[in-house]
């Protein structure tokens, strides 16, 4: 079966089955140590340049780092290690990470010339909140694990995938009712949202790959982009196969094929 990883700010990880984040007792020790940071940041502040004490405070600023580092780490290993371990081809969306964490643009009124807000608070939030849970990282180790495993990896558009109704493909900002609640305005589906866009996610890829035209954009993104249809390669029961040997079908299911292509 395709597992598709919808990323998110609150919830890194969520696929089909599966949701990855901190351990509540871990998040509470994370922001425990952000207060500690904040603290010694202020005091070294006050304190004189060169001086003994501000060196101590020095050092335990870097301990809290290291140790955030490491947290961050662990557990990027941990959740990429148990998606490859049971998937068999994995599907992310192709974000833009460093749009995501880009500083809001400043907004001007066009009549008064005076600077309006651009919630450039919020995002500032976000961004500490992204940087934070290392969504690059994750992406790192998420694609040389599943190449030493020997499993497919792709990407595909991010557009809308959490405001795409998963069973009926109706997409509008209304579907998703709240942060965590998708309800479509068409059928009246109704999900957790990040469960309904990591199906939204798994719908797209099996679509490009049954799609005979799909290529892949560039040899070492993995993007699945719809092609020219030049280069057909479907098996005679109207399947199409990837380059590890697996058969797609309609329903997402894998079968092993023995000539592989693509
Ligand atoms: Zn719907």
Redesign the pocket.
Known sequence: MITPIDRGVAKPFHTDNAVYCLARSEMDRASERERRLRRYQRRMARQQKGSNRRKRTIVSIAKLHTKNANVRNNFWHQATRSVVDNAQIVVIENLKLKNMTRRAKPKVCDITGKYLKNGARAKTGLNRVILGTSLGTSETMLEYKMRSAGKPFFKVSPHHTSQE??????THPE?RATQSDFL??????RDNADHNAALVIRKRAIKLILHSGTELAGAHNNVLQPGTDANPCKTESGNSRLRCGLSVKKDGGLTASRSPVL
């Open positions: 109704c998963a069973d009926c493909g109706y579907n479509c305005q068409k059928c009246g589906h």
